[in-house]
């Protein structure tokens, strides 16, 4: 059976709790260059690529797959790794398998960070919805570059953010015209708002206030569905809110994670 690749830091210890970090779209476990050594220091961490992606690209095969499939993915290598729980933290995409995780399999989860996620796409606006069909148009018809290019300069819009373009491009660019139009499906039919309230698990929810892919919305819906789940805006910050305020970012996740 093929398992997921992935980045581990830290000492695998029942002493030393698990972090794992879960990536965005057509991204890898290169999401989190600026969170895991500084996790490790405390944290047994973990950064998987999902299936179809990175260097998990041959996981699955080539045919259609779920968030569901994904988070079943995750749970797979947590048992195979004889981690029985761990502190999640979703971006994006990997913020939508957290979600499927903790309603799946809730034992496995001691907590959930959730950044610029949702329980069920929608589009930000207006300008969302030209941007979603337009980001279908290039997965259909443009070079994969291209439309790593045009993703990239969304994502990080500030002329100082130009080394983050350069890597979101690099790490795009790889993706397969297939794989990334299949990842796009997944998250179109992906809808757990209804089992929300069955999460029990302490619980964050990460919003970057300049988020033009994700609306605010949909974020201060999870926080208000999910018991006791504490709510985080940070300012300043788009989509990849990991990148664009890291120190921010580092400081409230890894407060929120000691704490449980």
């Known amino acids: 059976m093929n398992t997921l690749h992935?980045?581990?830091?830290?000492?695998?210890?029942?002493?030393q709790p698990a972090v794992v970090f879960l990536h965005g779209l057509g991204s890898?476990?290169?999401d989190w260059a600026l969170q895991l050594p500084a996790f490790a220091e405390r944290y047994h961490v973990l950064a998987p690529d999902l299936r179809a992606h990175g260097r998990s690209r041959d996981v699955g095969g080539r045919g259609r797959f779920s968030v569901e499939q994904l988070a079943d993915d995750v749970d797979g290598l947590l048992a195979q790794l004889n981690i029985p729980a761990a502190h999640v933290v979703g971006l994006s995409l990997?913020?939508?398998v957290a979600l499927a995780l903790a309603v799946r399999h809730p034992a496995r989860v001691r907590s959930l960070t959730l950044v610029n996620t949702f329980a069920q796409y929608m589009p930000a606006g207006r300008r969302g919805v030209i941007r979603s069909i337009v980001r279908l148009g290039m997965v259909l018809f443009a070079p994969m570059p291209v439309l790593a290019r045009w993703v990239g300069q969304g994502l990080f819009p500030k002329p100082e953010q130009k080394p983050f373009v350069e890597a979101a491009v690099a790490s795009l660019g790889q993706n397969s015209r297939h794989a990334y139009l299949a990842s796009m499906l997944a998250i179109s039919r992906f809808d757990v708002q209804a089992q929300l309230p069955r999460i029990t698990c302490p619980t964050l929810v990460v919003a970057g206030d300049r988020d033009m892919t994700v609306?605010?919305?949909?974020?201060?819906?999870l926080h208000r569905s999910i018991p006791?789940?504490?709510f985080l805006l940070v300012p300043d910050s788009g989509h990849a809110t990991p990148?664009?305020?890291t120190d921010l970012f580092n400081q409230a996740v890894m407060e929120f994670v000691?704490?449980?």
């Open 6 to 15: 992935c980045v581990e830091h830290g000492r695998r210890d029942a002493s």
């Open 28 to 30: 890898s476990s290169a």
């Open 94 to 96: 990997g913020g939508c």
């Open 215 to 221: 609306p605010l919305a949909a974020k201060q819906l």
């Open 228 to 230: 006791g789940a504490q």
């Open 243 to 245: 990148y664009d305020q």
């Open 258 to 260: 000691n704490a449980h």
